[in-house]
């Protein structure tokens, strides 16, 4: 088992700006660990504009930003850049084992930080009743569906739930060509920025029906159809509210969960509720020496703010390897 | 073309049938309306290998069950390569007053055969299972049921048959069937007519109108649906074993299920239903469910659930209907096949074999008989340094392509090559896409490995077969 100094699980915009970070802060010698075929993480699937405002004072797509990164890591001599790298066992001693093409690696770190992002909610998770028929994506799979592959899911999109993924693909849906019939939310309000609400359905004739939820998804092979109903202030549906909406897709996009089954693994106390470690202040795990950042903390909204606080992580990692 | 027997259905009672018949020199041929075997109820059921009780010792699906039981336990298992867990289960009472059912329950489990019965006590329920609530009394232990992967033993005993020399056409709807003047019979699917001697039939839910088309109208099936609820993996270890409830008149009640992946699940519901497509789960369904499980252990949560589906019993009347229907000869049915189906299918197999030697099937046993079928590899069965002498092998394996429940590219391209040719025939075999993201990191991955593989543009790709395909159109 191979001795590091820091190894980050994770290759996101979190993962880069530790990474930089802590180089910045003495760290000699950097193991970065991605397991997709690049670094960017959930950026690379982002091509619409909004990312960097903060950081670099000028509007990026989010390809863009991440490859701003991505350069400085890759000029980097001290920071080791492992690609398809999957990260199956971390322990609190900080042992790590991770499956590459052709190997089974191990590494002993004496200091970790996991920025492995985030997981979408799925229809399960809100348990949405009816059947289980082709054309039910999670947003974000349908992001990356249409924007990483240009495959085009379906013709006739509803969009459960307001929050910026939702709707940025009811635009990016309605842009390719689909007919997106509504965007349905249980909620008062949306979650999302008011900017995107504007932009994205109201210049597109998108409607948003708020306290509403969807009670059954039809469809044998492919969804055929939704019911909708109106709910109250309890979240209770109004009798004789329901109606019907024809549809071959809905988009799922009710919210992200950290991602953190390794810290969970390596033994640190985590947050029933939201996924995401019990810390006294951010980046900090239970574990010492286990630090986490990023989506992996706690869910962002502005990539920029992922970029500023992980930097923080990287300097707390070189701070407690006594660097600086 | 013309064959010895014709099996309607590659549900896990039309496999095994296909898997015990190809022992024999014979010349046999499975027809499936689905795009791929296990697609009916087999895929949606609670995958426990029950040990017989609970059922009327005069009943036929009784004394199957404990003699599938067996079969599974002591050859199938290790001869298809299964991942059969014996972890037993209880019968749980919530009053002292049940205690005489409960006794009632194991003379006629033991009637039936089943071994090693045992009354434990609440003390003893605290040291074995301690997330059991406050309301449990006392319980039946019953150490030889199990769970299996219910569609991958169906894939197991598809592939064995095949291996076997067995025919299987998937996508293949029987749409008609006539009698030969001198015996026999013709079966119209799929466009073609299949000339046959004998014909079974094990259609699952559309069994009863096989068996009209046959000359046959002798019963009437009625499904009967079950909702089920699965938790994330971190709830594994809730319960150690299979926990029932006392059962009712219509089923075994709501259950706290261990399935053989991890992930524990809650229910099946019990509601008969006219349509024979209607899986859809219900608000109503989902809270009778969290009701009847938390009353055994109280600390489930609506979040814990990860995934749910339905499933339909094909039930037709109280027990199974398997025999030879005389108004039309050559016509074996294997039907109604509720619960305990899955468990009992080798011993229905046996049966059925047996049925069609009395009418005439001369049954020679093969010179070459290839009993074992390889297990297929899979990273999250095995143990991580067995991993590294697979991925040292095949670089491939290394490849990780669902990070939830770990599956490398080389296992969904096994999957391809062992038959899968839709997105839920990759995730039954290898579990990619069945952990708790659903899909979201790994589908276009395993959508452009299909494509690879199977040579289809990704339009053409589906979910379960045509009519559910998932990509509508492609920027080119
Ligand atoms: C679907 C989706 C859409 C989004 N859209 C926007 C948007 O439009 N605008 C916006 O400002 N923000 C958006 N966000 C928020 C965005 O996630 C954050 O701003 C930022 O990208 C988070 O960075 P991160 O590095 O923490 O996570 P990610 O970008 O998710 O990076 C995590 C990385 O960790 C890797 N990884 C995970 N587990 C392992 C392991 N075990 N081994 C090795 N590597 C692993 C992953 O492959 C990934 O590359 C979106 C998020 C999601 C999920
Ligand atoms: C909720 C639930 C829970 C259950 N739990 C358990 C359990 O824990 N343990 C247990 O032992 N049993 C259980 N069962 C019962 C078990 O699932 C069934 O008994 C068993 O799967 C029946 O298998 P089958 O092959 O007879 O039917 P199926 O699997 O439905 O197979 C029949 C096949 O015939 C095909 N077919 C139909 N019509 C035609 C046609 N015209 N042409 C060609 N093909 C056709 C269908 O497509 C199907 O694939 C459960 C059932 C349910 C619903």
Not at chain 1, 42 to 58: A, R, S, V
Not at chain 1, 223 to 246: M, Y
Not at chain 2, 301 to 312: P, Q, R, V
Not at chain 2, 434 to 441: I, L, M, N, S
Request: net charge neutral; aromatic share 6%; charged share 25%.
């Amino acid at each position: 088992m191979r001795d590091r100094e820091l190894v980050i699980v994770g290759g996101g915009p979190a993962g880069m700006a530790a990474a930089l970070a802590a180089r910045a802060a003495g760290a000699q010698d950097v193991l970065l660990l991605e397991r997709d075929q690049h670094l960017g993480g959930i950026l690379n699937q982002c091509i619409h504009p909004g990312f960097g405002l903060h950081h670099f004072k000028e509007e990026l797509t989010g390809p863009e930003y991440a490859d701003r990164f991505a350069r400085q890591v890759a000029e980097d001599p001290g920071i080791e850049v492992s690609l398809r790298s999957f990260v199956v066992k971390l322990t609190k001693d900080r042992e790590i084992s991770f499956l590459r093409p052709g190997a089974l690696e191990e590494v002993k770190a004496r200091a970790v930080i996991l920025a492995t992002g985030c997981r979408e909610r799925t229809r399960e998770m809100i348990a949405i009743p009816g059947s289980r028929p082709a054309g039910v994506y999670p947003a974000g799979l349908a992001q990356k569906i249409v924007n990483m592959e240009g495959w085009i899911p379906g013709r006739e999109a509803v969009i459960v739930g307001s929050g910026d993924i939702g709707l940025i693909m009811a635009r990016r849906m309605a842009l390719e060509g689909v007919s997106v019939k509504a965007v349905v939310e249980i909620q008062k309000t949306s979650r999302g920025l008011v900017r995107n609400v504007v932009q994205c359905l109201e210049d597109f004739g998108i409607p948003l029906y708020f306290q509403h939820r969807i009670s059954m998804i039809h469809g044998r092979d492919r969804v055929e159809k939704v019911s909708v109903v109106k709910v109250d202030d309890e979240f209770r549906d109004i009798p004789a509210s329901g109606f019907e909406l024809s549809c071959d897709t809905v988009l799922i996009s009710v919210g992200l969960i950290p991602e953190n089954e390794l810290l969970e693994m390596a033994g640190a106390e985590m947050d029933r509720k939201t996924n995401g470690p019990v810390a006294p202040e951010v980046n900090l795990t239970s574990l010492p020496g286990i630090f986490a950042c990023g989506n992996a903390f706690k869910v962002y909204d502005l990539a920029d703010s992922v970029t500023r606080d992980s930097e923080l992580a990287g300097r707390a990692a070189a701070r407690y390897l006594g660097l600086k | 073309m013309s064959y010895d027997v014709v099996i309607v259905g590659a549900g896990v009672t039309g496999a095994a049938i296909a898997r015990e018949l190809s022992r024999y020199r014979l010349k046999l041929l499975v027809l499936e309306k689905e795009a791929e075997p296990a697609f009916g109820v087999s895929k949606s059921n609670s995958g426990i290998i029950h040990a017989g009780t609970q059922n009327s010792p005069a009943s036929l699906k009784g004394w199957l069950c404990v003699e599938g039981n067996r079969l599974l336990r002591e050859e199938l298992a290790e001869d298809l390569g299964l991942n059969l867990v014996q972890c037993g289960q209880l019968i749980v009472i919530f009053d002292e007053a049940d205690l005489p059912e409960l006794d009632r329950i194991k003379a006629e489990g033991e009637a039936l055969g089943v071994k090693g019965l045992q009354l434990v006590d609440r003390a003893w329920l605290d040291a074995n299972e301690p997330n059991l609530g406050p309301e449990v009394k006392a319980a039946l232990l019953v150490p030889s049921a199990g769970i299996i992967s219910p569609y991958r033993f169906v894939y197991a005993l598809v592939e064995n048959a095949l291996k076997n020399g067995a025919e299987l056409k998937t996508s293949c709807r029987v749409t008609g069937v006539t009698r030969i003047e001198k015996g026999g019979f013709y079966v119209e699917a799929g466009g073609q007519v299949y000339a046959t001697r004998f014909l079974v039939n094990a259609a699952g839910l559309r069994a009863d109108e096989i068996s009209a088309l046959a000359g046959a109208p002798t019963f009437r099936i009625t499904p009967r649906k079950g909702e089920e609820y699965l938790l994330d993996r971190k709830r594994e270890h809730i319960a150690n074993r299979i926990i029932f409830p006392l059962p009712s008149k219509t089923s075994k009640g709501i259950l706290i299920i261990k399935t053989s992946d991890g992930n524990p699940m809650i229910g099946p519901t019990a509601h008969d239903t006219e349509d024979k497509e209607d899986l859809a789960t219900t608000d109503a369904g989902l809270a009778e469910v969290l009701a009847g499980a938390r009353r055994m252990i109280p600390s489930f949560e609506k979040s814990d659930i990860i995934a749910y589906f339905a499933g339909l019993r094909p039930v037709a009347g109280k027990d199974f209907v398997i025999r030879h229907e005389d108004s039309a000869p050559g016509l074996v049915n294997a039907a109604g096949i509720q619960s305990p189906g899955l468990t009992s299918a080798p011993a229905i197999a046996v049966m059925v074999a047996d049925i069609l030697k009395k009418h005439g099937l001369e049954l020679r046993p093969k010179e070459q008989f290839h009993r074992l079928r390889p297990r297929p590899a899979h990273l999250f069965q095995i143990p991580l340094e067995e991993s590294r002498r697979l991925i040292e092998k095949n670089p491939a394996y290394g490849d990780i392509v669902c990070r939830c429940e770990l599956v490398s590219a080389q296992e969904v391209r096994d999957a391809i090559k062992r038959g899968a040719v839709t997105l839920d025939g990759v995730k039954f075999r290898t579990r990619a896409q069945a952990g708790r993201c659903h899909g979201g990191f790994c589908t276009t991955r395993i959508l452009k490995i299909m494509q690879e593989e199977l040579g289809f543009p990704v339009t053409a790709l589906t979910k379960r077969g045509p009519g559910s395909e998932l990509i509508k159109d492609e920027r080119k």
